[in-house]
Structures are given as structure tokens and as C-alpha cells.
């Protein structure tokens, strides 16, 4: 087995023995094999070349590369491992500790460069610390310390956010009732809505209705648009009635009103009150001031676009990310945007479970998300999650005083 410390550091050459740099990173896609797609070198003059493997020919004692080789970039779903993962934290679920990855392995055969998983032990920071197998066991043996390979490999760990560096362990989820809900939440905010729901069915009913509690409005959203209408009515109890509302709004009217048929009397009368007391649309509030871009644009580029398409805006606190579906997909606000470096992209910085009201929102809702949250503004999302507008604080706050009055 191969280990990242092993190679980090090793000179750089072509197949023609030019020296070009050495090795400081590798690039690898964030998927369930996560295969190694590039190599960042640093040159002589600190300069820093990102190479495919495409054109990686060999790792022994250096590592060589085709002459002809082309510089490229990062692109979406890819991760630098030292970034990303190597010194990050796991998450135990056994819920009594956090863990580090202390180096990372690596599994080479001919055509390909792969992570085959995490060291957690302190082998691996012996191994990266370039400290011998012979004066790691001295140390070992003055310091009094036991010790045993950890090694997880891929399959056993489970990436939630890696460009935030958490991963979670597979292992021994019966342990998950010791975590608090809210860290659970948190948690699973950064995983998708499959693995959400599926992390939701080792736990009981009452602790789940806990963690959907401490979730956003869109994942709640997600996960009881995919409910049994039983497990559904169940669930919707134990969450607060202005979120309970604004789920139940975001469902069919067929499968709303059977969810509300199989509800607690009182429950139900309290959901029913909230459903009555706006009949006023969101949409009047509405405003079109508001700057969409896409995932892989740059820093660099959303500053242009904000000069040239906001000029005649009268206020702007957020730029909004879509899909190439057209979908919400993420928002970022100008303090973040003006921190990063220029070519950074804004999928690697944006926050991507966003707080969003719907058409049918009724305003006290939108409002108490506003105070909730203490949001500038909302994106208004239809059913296929494509942006309607936005509402703002103001407005809204002007509408509300105005009816009051």
C-alpha cells in the first residue's frame, strides 16, 4: 500500500528527465471510488501546476510525467486532498470523540491512482513526521504509548462535506442516539437527501422527529415529500407548527389533507388556524432585483457581472447560485464573495442549504423566517426549485405594518 506521505515532496520529472517541480497535492473526485484525476506540482519558482494523471506515467522514487504534458484546473466535484481531507476530522459515531485523518492511502495499479482510505493512527503521523519503523517503536516504547494500525478504508467512512473537511464513519450507527439532534442535523445538512433519509431509518421515531426539527425548511421539505403518509403525520407532530405548515404547503393538496386526516385533534386544529390566517399572496411582494450565477463561476467573474447588472438595483445582499437545470442550488453574500481569492468558484465557498419560502408561504410564515434566521432576504422557489424572485425584509415589514395599521 502507498501512502500520501510517502510520496509528498518527491521530485517531478518528464519521460525525458526534465525536472519540473515537486509533488504537493493530489486532486481526487469526491465519489464512492474516489479516483486520483490530477497532480499539483510546485515549480522552481513556487508557481503551482495542476496536471492530470492522464499524462502521470509512473510513481516510484519520483514520479514522471509525458513531456507534452497540460497545465489544467480544478474542476466541480474534485477536491485537494491536503485541503480537503488530510488532517480533517471524522466523526465518530459512537459519539464519544472526534478522530483525525493523519494520512491517507493510496492504491496504484497501471492505469489508474485511487484513495483507498484514511490512517486515523499514530502511525500515520510517525509516517508523515518521516520518523523510521525502527525509532517509531523506541519513541513508542519511552513515551508508554500502546498502539495499533487504524486504518479505515473508503468504503467504512462516508464523506458529508469535504470541502469543509467532516467525513462520518459507517460504522456502529446504533451509537447515533448518544449524539445530540442538533449536531445530527447539522451533520446531515451536509450529505445529501438520499443518505439523509437513509441515516433517519436507523434512528426511532421520536429522535428522528427531533433531527428533522433541527433541519432546514428545504430538507425538511425533501424528505416528507418521500413519507409514507402515516410516517409522515407521525413525524409532523413533533415539528414547530410554522415549519409544520410551510411542508405540509410545499406537498400535493391530495397527499396535505391525508397527512392532516391522520393528525392529533389539537394539532391539527393549531396547523389548520396557521393555514387560515394569510390568504394574501407572497407573490405581490415579490421583487426581480436579484443576480443569479452558476456553480463554476469565479470570484473574478461575479464581480463583473454585479458591475454590469446591477447598476440600476436599489439594494443587493446576496447572489444566488443555480444548476443547469435552472435550480436553486446555493447563495452567497457579498462579505464572503469579497474574502475569497478572485479565481476561486463559488461552489467551493457557498452555502448550499438555503432557507426558501414558496408562492404558497403565507406572509406571517415568510415573516417569522426572517426573524428566525435573521435573513436580508428570501428566494421565492416554485415545485421544480427554480427561482420565482425574492422578497425582501423591508417589504415584507412594510407590508405587515401596513395591514396592522
Same mark, same amino acid.
Given at each position: 500500500? *502507498?501512502?500520501?506521505?510517502?510520496?509528498?515532496?518527491?521530485?517531478?520529472?518528464?519521460? @525525458?528527465?526534465?525536472?519540473?517541480? &515537486?509533488? +504537493?497535492?493530489?486532486?481526487?473526485?469526491?465519489?464512492?471510488?474516489?479516483?486520483? =484525476?490530477?497532480?499539483?506540482?510546485?515549480?522552481?519558482?513556487?508557481?503551482?501546476?495542476?496536471?492530470? =494523471?492522464?499524462?502521470?506515467?509512473?510513481?516510484?522514487?519520483?514520479?514522471?510525467?509525458?513531456?507534452?504534458?497540460?497545465?489544467?484546473?480544478?474542476? +466541480?466535484?474534485? *477536491?485537494?486532498?491536503?485541503?480537503?481531507?488530510?488532517?480533517?476530522?471524522?466523526?465518530?459515531?459512537?459519539?464519544?470523540?472526534?478522530?483525525?485523518?493523519? @494520512?491517507?492511502?493510496?492504491?496504484?495499479?497501471?492505469?489508474?491512482?485511487? $484513495?483507498?482510505?484514511?490512517?486515523?493512527? $499514530?502511525?500515520?503521523?510517525?509516517?508523515?513526521?518521516?520518523?523510521?519503523?525502527?525509532?517509531?517503536?523506541?519513541a513508542a516504547s519511552?513515551?508508554?504509548?500502546?498502539?495499533?494500525?487504524?486504518?479505515?478504508?473508503?468504503? @467504512?467512512?462516508?464523506? *458529508? +462535506?469535504?470541502?469543509?473537511?467532516?467525513?462520518?464513519?459507517?460504522?456502529?450507527?446504533?451509537?447515533?442516539?448518544?449524539?445530540?439532534?442538533? %449536531?445530527?442535523? %447539522?451533520?446531515?445538512?451536509?450529505?445529501?437527501?438520499?443518505?439523509?433519509?437513509?441515516?433517519?431509518?436507523?434512528?426511532?421515531?421520536?429522535?428522528?422527529?427531533?433531527?428533522?426539527?433541527?433541519?432546514?425548511?428545504?430538507?425538511?421539505?425533501?424528505?416528507?415529500?418521500?413519507?409514507?403518509?402515516?410516517?409522515?403525520?407521525? *413525524?409532523?407532530?413533533?415539528? %414547530?407548527? @410554522?415549519?409544520?405548515?410551510?411542508? /405540509?404547503?410545499?406537498?400535493?393538496?391530495?397527499?396535505?389533507?391525508?397527512?392532516?386526516?391522520?393528525?392529533?385533534?389539537?394539532?391539527?386544529e393549531k396547523i389548520?388556524?396557521?393555514?387560515?390566517?394569510?390568504?394574501?399572496? !407572497?407573490?405581490?411582494?415579490?421583487?426581480?432585483?436579484?443576480?443569479?450565477?452558476?456553480?463554476?463561476?469565479?470570484?473574478?467573474?461575479?464581480?463583473?457581472?454585479?458591475?454590469?447588472?446591477?447598476?440600476?438595483?436599489?439594494?443587493? &445582499?446576496?447572489?444566488?447560485?443555480?444548476?443547469?437545470?435552472?435550480?436553486?442550488?446555493?447563495?452567497?453574500?457579498?462579505?464572503?464573495?469579497?474574502?475569497? %481569492? /478572485?479565481? =476561486?468558484?463559488?461552489?467551493?465557498?457557498?452555502?448550499?442549504?438555503?432557507?426558501v419560502i414558496h408562492?404558497? =408561504?403565507?406572509?406571517?410564515?415568510?415573516?417569522?423566517?426572517?426573524?428566525?434566521?435573521?435573513?436580508?432576504?428570501?428566494?421565492? !422557489?416554485?415545485?421544480?426549485?427554480?427561482?420565482?424572485?425574492?422578497?425582501?425584509?423591508?417589504?415584507?415589514?412594510?407590508?405587515?405594518?401596513?395591514?396592522?395599521?
Amino acid at each position: 500500500m *502507498l501512502y500520501f506521505s510517502e510520496i509528498v515532496g518527491k521530485k517531478v520529472y518528464t519521460e @525525458d528527465n526534465i525536472h519540473i517541480g &515537486y509533488l +504537493e497535492d493530489l486532486i481526487f473526485l469526491a465519489v464512492e471510488n474516489p479516483i486520483v =484525476t490530477k497532480i499539483v506540482v510546485k515549480d522552481r519558482t513556487n508557481k503551482k501546476l495542476i496536471i492530470s =494523471t492522464d499524462y502521470l506515467q509512473k510513481v516510484n522514487k519520483n514520479l514522471t510525467i509525458e513531456k507534452e504534458f497540460l497545465v489544467t484546473y480544478l474542476e +466541480e466535484n474534485e *477536491l485537494y486532498l491536503v485541503k480537503n481531507l488530510l488532517d480533517k476530522q471524522i466523526i465518530d459515531l459512537k459519539g464519544d470523540k472526534i478522530v483525525r485523518v493523519n @494520512d491517507v492511502a493510496l492504491h496504484q495499479d497501471k492505469e489508474k491512482l485511487s $484513495i483507498a482510505g484514511v490512517d486515523i493512527g $499514530i502511525l500515520g503521523v510517525f509516517r508523515r513526521l518521516r520518523i523510521g519503523a525502527e525509532n517509531f517503536y523506541k519513541a513508542a516504547s519511552f513515551l508508554k504509548i500502546k498502539f495499533a494500525s487504524q486504518f479505515l478504508s473508503w468504503a @467504512d467512512i462516508q464523506p *458529508l +462535506e469535504l470541502i469543509r473537511g467532516n467525513v462520518k464513519l459507517r460504522k456502529k450507527e446504533e451509537k447515533l442516539e448518544k449524539i445530540r439532534p442538533e %449536531d445530527l442535523a %447539522d451533520y446531515l445538512e451536509k450529505t445529501n437527501v438520499i443518505n439523509a433519509r437513509k441515516f433517519l431509518k436507523i434512528l426511532d421515531t421520536e429522535k428522528a422527529a427531533e433531527v428533522i426539527g433541527n433541519l432546514n425548511i428545504n430538507y425538511q421539505t425533501a424528505l416528507f415529500k418521500n413519507f409514507h403518509i402515516d410516517k409522515a403525520a407521525k *413525524l409532523i407532530t413533533f415539528l %414547530d407548527p @410554522d415549519e409544520a405548515v410551510d411542508v /405540509l404547503l410545499t406537498l400535493s393538496k391530495k397527499k396535505r389533507e391525508e397527512v392532516l386526516e391522520k393528525l392529533n385533534p389539537k394539532i391539527k386544529e393549531k396547523i389548520l388556524h396557521l393555514f387560515e390566517l394569510s390568504k394574501e399572496p !407572497i407573490g405581490a411582494l415579490i421583487t426581480m432585483e436579484y443576480l443569479t450565477v452558476g456553480p463554476e463561476d469565479t470570484v473574478r467573474q461575479v464581480i463583473d457581472i454585479i458591475k454590469k447588472e446591477a447598476t440600476d438595483f436599489s439594494s443587493l &445582499y446576496c447572489i444566488y447560485v443555480i444548476n443547469k437545470e435552472k435550480q436553486l442550488s446555493g447563495v452567497v453574500n457579498l462579505l464572503e464573495i469579497l474574502r475569497q %481569492d /478572485l479565481d =476561486t468558484p463559488l461552489y467551493k465557498f457557498m452555502t448550499q442549504n438555503l432557507i426558501v419560502i414558496h408562492l404558497t =408561504t403565507p406572509v406571517e410564515i415568510a415573516m417569522k423566517k426572517f426573524l428566525k434566521y435573521h435573513l436580508s432576504s428570501l428566494p421565492v !422557489i416554485n415545485q421544480e426549485k427554480r427561482m420565482e424572485g425574492i422578497v425582501n425584509f423591508d417589504d415584507i415589514t412594510n407590508y405587515v405594518q401596513e395591514r396592522i395599521k
